[in-house]
Each structure stands twice: as structure tokens, then as C-alpha cells.
């Protein structure tokens, strides 16, 4: 039961290596996510902004959180998106309408200011291809643009835009939700691999230093399967999407049990397809010829969100509570604990869309989903994940997630009520704990064991009497962090006993 808990924590036992990119966001143009919450551009803000017009207190909240890649620009908003309106002389820009969310889009924001951003925010950017409305050709001319040192049409065009260097973009997705039907150029599974392995192809050819990422589903379909099946030796990683969110508060804090089982899937299509499809020796590009390559999941959105919920109008300004702050912790547990598959995650999105931070006209507050994030980004990385034996009270009715077709996808029968990952950092005798008590009336008393002596604890908890408290503009703090150092009272086996309260969450830093 919850009162009589256990988790045993063996330091020997290593899993895989965390990817420190699975703390990577999103920002689209959407509602106010870029245009009042990265920057603002109005003559006489009544936020702070620096010469680019970056708002400050948004930059600080998002440099807090310590992430590695930021991907951009969209999204739905991609599917229509021509980059080439967007760089130049701000003043010739054309308007445009966008047809994913029916708005206008100024273009104001571009290529070059989002670069801009990213070296503010030290982060590395991740630019989705336009496969509804956009060409290979004009993909190629964005890469050129952005990577090339030739003497070439869209290299001089980025020089002549005042940026001799180039910018070295990494990570390419190819396309976003292209099967879905809300989509500008919607392609059958078959039409989308052969379409984008075209493009894998000229794209390899033009820079074979990029890293392609395919647009997958949610990882449990056959769209999936085939993409797999057929780009396996043409990209680096695998997009899988997935947003949870339930009312009900044990459904909405047990559904990542689905993103789970969905990075396990996947990991096994990867397997599959790898297996059957072995890289060729004298392949067309040099990727076809790396055998040692492991296509790794790039899981580029995912959240808690209701569409039905969040205000559609403001452009899906979902408010958090406590209950999410809770399931946004067990989604991060589960990349811990799946770390092996995972090359990169991106919480959608940043700021104000379906978003940690929120803006008005002239401050941020941040949101109960915040703090997770921010505690398992600055802790639960630079180490292995750890291998966890938990005894604990299961929760077996029913829980899982809609997927984009608002189809009911069945998570794992039987979920943990504790909610348990473990990090163990590399050159220092360290261990990050992260446990969720997701009974929402129990208290979960528990005992760890370290195997080892153990010299400090120190902690840190989330937690409010009410699961469905959250914070404001008029009140910022109400769910906000506690943290303390623990007086350790070690049993003669090796073991602490802990308190978790109900619906809480806890990191442990536990030092050995
Ligand atoms: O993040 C919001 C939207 O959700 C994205 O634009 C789209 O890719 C997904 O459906």
C-alpha cells in the first residue's frame, strides 16, 4: 500500500546516459507565444526589452530553464510558412494570411531574428520544413541560407542581410502532422516517405552535416510504421507528438503512462525497421553508409493540453494547476526512465501557448507546470538514468490520452501511484530522485534504499492543499517551490524513511 512503500535505489545499476536535449521547447506563431512573449515590438513597451526588443522578463524565466534546442516555426503555422518573407528589411515584409489558425502573420519575426534569439538564449535552433504549401527547392534555399559558406544565391543573400557567418542549423524536421486532417497539403502515409526521401536526399546532398527528423504520429500508429520503414536510413530521428490532459484529476496525472508505452513502441518500430533495413555500404549519401547510426525518437511536442479547454480565441492559453504541474513531472519521469530512445523532447510550447510562462502588457507569471520543468532541467541531467525497484499502491482503472484524432488511446493497465526516476551524476557522488505522489488523498510513507552511506539530502516539493490551485497574474506564488535540507536518520539496512504528501511532488538530492 502507499503507507508502506519502497523504493530501492542501486547506483550500480545504469540504464542509459539522459540526453540533456529532452529539456528543449517550442515556440510557434501562434496566438501570443512570439509576437508579446519573446519580443515585443510595439514603440513604447511597458515591458523591459533589450536592443533586439526581447522582452527581459521572459528571457530570464526561459534562461532558467536551462534549455538546449528551440524549435521553430511551427507547428501548423509551418505547413503555409514561406520563409523568404521573413528575412530582409523589416519595412518590405510582406503580410500574409496563415491559414493553420486563419490569422495574419506580419513577418516581422524571421529567420535571422529567431537566430538572433537563440544565441541570446544559448540555445540551438530546430527549423521544421514547410511540406504543405513549400517546395524542395525553397527548403534547400533556407538551408543554404542558413549553413552555407558558397558563393552561392541564398548565402549572399544571408551576407547581404548583415550575417557573414553562417548558422550552422542542425536539426531539419521534415514537415509537422503531415497526416493530420486540420493540415495544409495532408499526405497519405505512402505519398508523405517517398515525398520526404526526396528530400532527405537533395537535403543530405546540399548538407550532409544537418540532422533530419521525420514526422511521425503519436508513435502507436502505422503511420509510424511505414515512415519508419521506409526513411529509417535517411534521418536521425523520429518526431512522435502527444498532448494528455484529463478533469478528472487520477486520469489526468496517470495519462503519460501512454507517452510511455508510445516512446516504447516506437523504440521497437525503430528496432524493426532498422533490422530490416541495413544501411548500404555505398549508400547515396554518407548517412546511408553509417552503420553505427541509431535513429532515436525526437518526441518535438507534447504537454498537458485540452483543446476544448484552453480559451481557443487567446490561442489556446491553457491555465495550469496543481494536477498538471503533476502530470508535466510524470511526463519527466518517464523520459528519464526511457532515456535510452530519446535523442530530444520539446515541451509545446514556451511562452503564452499552451505555455510554463504567461505574459500580459507589462509582466510574467509563471505557471504551476514551471517548476517540474525547472527542477528535473537544472538537476536530472549530466548523468544516467538509474535503474529503480518501486513497491507501491497501483492504480488500475481506466487512464490514457485522446491522440490528435481525438481517439481514446489506452495508457498501461496498472500505473504506480509513486511515480519514481532516478538520476545518477557523472564525476560527482550525487543521485537526483524525482517522485510524484499521484494519490490525490494519501500520504506515501516510504523507505529508500541507497545501498550506500549517505552524507546529505536536500529536497525540494511542490505542493497545495488544493489540486486544482494554480498561479495568476494577481497571484503569482500560490504554487510555488518549498525546499530544505533533510535531517537523514539512516537505518542500520541502509534505508530512509520518507513522507511524501498527497499529490505532491519531490526532488531529492541526495549526496553519498
Ligand atoms: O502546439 C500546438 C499545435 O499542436 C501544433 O501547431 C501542432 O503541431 C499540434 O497539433
Same mark, same amino acid.
Given at each position: 500500500s502507499l503507507k508502506n512503500s519502497s523504493i530501492t535505489v542501486d547506483p550500480r545499476r545504469i540504464l542509459a546516459p539522459v540526453d540533456e536535449r529532452i529539456y528543449s521547447g517550442f515556440v510557434e506563431h501562434l496566438g501570443r507565444c512570439i509576437y508579446g512573449g519573446l519580443v515585443d515590438y510595439n514603440k513604447t513597451p511597458k515591458t523591459k526589452v533589450n536592443g533586439k526588443r526581447h522582452r527581459e522578463d521572459v528571457s530570464k524565466a526561459i534562461k532558467d530553464l536551462k534549455m538546449p534546442v528551440v524549435r521553430w516555426p511551427g507547428g501548423n503555422f509551418v505547413s503555409s510558412y514561406h520563409w523568404i518573407d521573413g528575412v530582409g528589411a523589416r519595412e518590405n515584409r510582406p503580410r500574409r494570411p496563415?491559414?493553420?489558425w486563419l490569422g495574419e502573420e506580419s513577418n516581422q519575426f524571421g529567420t535571422d531574428e529567431f537566430i538572433e534569439w537563440c544565441h541570446e538564449m544559448k540555445v540551438e535552433p530546430y527549423f521544421c520544413l514547410n511540406?504543405?504549401?513549400?517546395?524542395? %527547392?525553397? =527548403?534547400?534555399?533556407?538551408?543554404?541560407y542558413c549553413n552555407s559558406t558558397a558563393n552561392t544565391y541564398y548565402a549572399n543573400l544571408r551576407r547581404k542581410n548583415g550575417h557573414p557567418a553562417p548558422y550552422n542549423v542542425k536539426y531539419w524536421g521534415l514537415g509537422n502532422?503531415?497526416?493530420g486532417d486540420w493540415q495544409v497539403g495532408q499526405m497519405t502515409k505512402e505519398d508523405y516517405a517517398k515525398k520526404a526521401a526526396e528530400w532527405a536526399k537533395a537535403i543530405k546532398l546540399l548538407d550532409p552535416n544537418v540532422q533530419l527528423i521525420s514526422c511521425g504520429c503519436t508513435g502507436l500508429d502505422n503511420w509510424d510504421h511505414h515512415v519508419l520503414d521506409k526513411l529509417i536510413n535517411w534521418v536521425d530521428m523520429h518526431s512522435i507528438h502527444m498532448y494528455t490532459a484529463h478533469d478528472e484529476y487520477i486520469k489526468n496525472v496517470t495519462a503519460p503512462a501512454a507517452a510511455e508505452t508510445a516512446i516504447q513502441v516506437t523504440?521497437?518500430?525503430? %528496432?524493426? =525497421?532498422t533490422i530490416q533495413h541495413p544501411p548500404k555500404a555505398n549508400g547515396v549519401n554518407s548517412l546511408e553508409a553509417d552503420s553505427k547510426k541509431k535513429v532515436k525518437i525526437c518526441f518535438d511536442e507534447w504537454n498537458i493540453w485540452d483543446p476544448t479547454r484552453a480559451d481557443g480565441t487567446k490561442g489556446a492559453e491553457e491555465k495550469y494547476t496543481l494536477s498538471d504541474a503533476l502530470a508535466i513531472?510524470?511526463?519527466?519521469n518517464v523520459?528519464?526512465?526511457?532515456?535510452?530512445?530519446?535523442g530530444m523532447c520539446n515541451i509545446a510550447q514556451l511562452v503564452n501557448v499552451i505555455a510554463p510562462i504567461m505574459t500580459n502588457d507589462s509582466t510574467v507569471f509563471l505557471q504551476t507546470t514551471y517548476w517540474p520543468l525547472m527542477l528535473f532541467s537544472n538537476y536530472m541531467r549530466d548523468g544516467h538514468a538509474l535503474d529503480l525497484h518501486v513497491e507501491t499502491k497501483m492504480y488500475t482503472g481506466a487512464t490514457g490520452i485522446n491522440d490528435g484524432s481525438y481517439k481514446w488511446i489506452q495508457g498501461k493497465f496498472g500505473v504506480t501511484l509513486l511515480d519514481v526516476s532516478a538520476v545518477k551524476k557523472i564525476g560527482s557522488d550525487t543521485i537526483y530522485i524525482a517522485i510524484v505522489n499521484r494519490s490525490e488523498d494519501e500520504e506515501a510513507n516510504t523507505k529508500i534504499d541507497f545501498h550506500t552511506k549517505i552524507s546529505g539530502?536536500?529536497?525540494?516539493?511542490?505542493?497545495?492543499?488544493?489540486?486544482?490551485?494554480?498561479?495568476s497574474f494577481e497571484t503569482p506564488d500560490k504554487v510555488v517551490l518549498k525546499e530544505n535540507d533533510c535531517q537523514i536518520i539512516q537505518n542500520e539496512d541502509k534505508s530512509v524513511n520518507f513522507t511524501f504528501q498527497k499529490h505532491s511532488f519531490t526532488l531529492l538530492e541526495v549526496k553519498y
Amino acid at each position: 500500500s502507499l503507507k508502506n512503500s519502497s523504493i530501492t535505489v542501486d547506483p550500480r545499476r545504469i540504464l542509459a546516459p539522459v540526453d540533456e536535449r529532452i529539456y528543449s521547447g517550442f515556440v510557434e506563431h501562434l496566438g501570443r507565444c512570439i509576437y508579446g512573449g519573446l519580443v515585443d515590438y510595439n514603440k513604447t513597451p511597458k515591458t523591459k526589452v533589450n536592443g533586439k526588443r526581447h522582452r527581459e522578463d521572459v528571457s530570464k524565466a526561459i534562461k532558467d530553464l536551462k534549455m538546449p534546442v528551440v524549435r521553430w516555426p511551427g507547428g501548423n503555422f509551418v505547413s503555409s510558412y514561406h520563409w523568404i518573407d521573413g528575412v530582409g528589411a523589416r519595412e518590405n515584409r510582406p503580410r500574409r494570411p496563415e491559414l493553420a489558425w486563419l490569422g495574419e502573420e506580419s513577418n516581422q519575426f524571421g529567420t535571422d531574428e529567431f537566430i538572433e534569439w537563440c544565441h541570446e538564449m544559448k540555445v540551438e535552433p530546430y527549423f521544421c520544413l514547410n511540406m504543405g504549401t513549400g517546395t524542395l %527547392d525553397e =527548403a534547400l534555399g533556407w538551408i543554404e541560407y542558413c549553413n552555407s559558406t558558397a558563393n552561392t544565391y541564398y548565402a549572399n543573400l544571408r551576407r547581404k542581410n548583415g550575417h557573414p557567418a553562417p548558422y550552422n542549423v542542425k536539426y531539419w524536421g521534415l514537415g509537422n502532422e503531415v497526416w493530420g486532417d486540420w493540415q495544409v497539403g495532408q499526405m497519405t502515409k505512402e505519398d508523405y516517405a517517398k515525398k520526404a526521401a526526396e528530400w532527405a536526399k537533395a537535403i543530405k546532398l546540399l548538407d550532409p552535416n544537418v540532422q533530419l527528423i521525420s514526422c511521425g504520429c503519436t508513435g502507436l500508429d502505422n503511420w509510424d510504421h511505414h515512415v519508419l520503414d521506409k526513411l529509417i536510413n535517411w534521418v536521425d530521428m523520429h518526431s512522435i507528438h502527444m498532448y494528455t490532459a484529463h478533469d478528472e484529476y487520477i486520469k489526468n496525472v496517470t495519462a503519460p503512462a501512454a507517452a510511455e508505452t508510445a516512446i516504447q513502441v516506437t523504440k521497437n518500430l525503430i %528496432d524493426l =525497421a532498422t533490422i530490416q533495413h541495413p544501411p548500404k555500404a555505398n549508400g547515396v549519401n554518407s548517412l546511408e553508409a553509417d552503420s553505427k547510426k541509431k535513429v532515436k525518437i525526437c518526441f518535438d511536442e507534447w504537454n498537458i493540453w485540452d483543446p476544448t479547454r484552453a480559451d481557443g480565441t487567446k490561442g489556446a492559453e491553457e491555465k495550469y494547476t496543481l494536477s498538471d504541474a503533476l502530470a508535466i513531472a510524470s511526463w519527466l519521469n518517464v523520459f528519464i526512465r526511457q532515456s535510452e530512445s530519446l535523442g530530444m523532447c520539446n515541451i509545446a510550447q514556451l511562452v503564452n501557448v499552451i505555455a510554463p510562462i504567461m505574459t500580459n502588457d507589462s509582466t510574467v507569471f509563471l505557471q504551476t507546470t514551471y517548476w517540474p520543468l525547472m527542477l528535473f532541467s537544472n538537476y536530472m541531467r549530466d548523468g544516467h538514468a538509474l535503474d529503480l525497484h518501486v513497491e507501491t499502491k497501483m492504480y488500475t482503472g481506466a487512464t490514457g490520452i485522446n491522440d490528435g484524432s481525438y481517439k481514446w488511446i489506452q495508457g498501461k493497465f496498472g500505473v504506480t501511484l509513486l511515480d519514481v526516476s532516478a538520476v545518477k551524476k557523472i564525476g560527482s557522488d550525487t543521485i537526483y530522485i524525482a517522485i510524484v505522489n499521484r494519490s490525490e488523498d494519501e500520504e506515501a510513507n516510504t523507505k529508500i534504499d541507497f545501498h550506500t552511506k549517505i552524507s546529505g539530502i536536500h529536497a525540494w516539493e511542490l505542493y497545495h492543499d488544493d489540486v486544482l490551485a494554480s498561479n495568476s497574474f494577481e497571484t503569482p506564488d500560490k504554487v510555488v517551490l518549498k525546499e530544505n535540507d533533510c535531517q537523514i536518520i539512516q537505518n542500520e539496512d541502509k534505508s530512509v524513511n520518507f513522507t511524501f504528501q498527497k499529490h505532491s511532488f519531490t526532488l531529492l538530492e541526495v549526496k553519498y
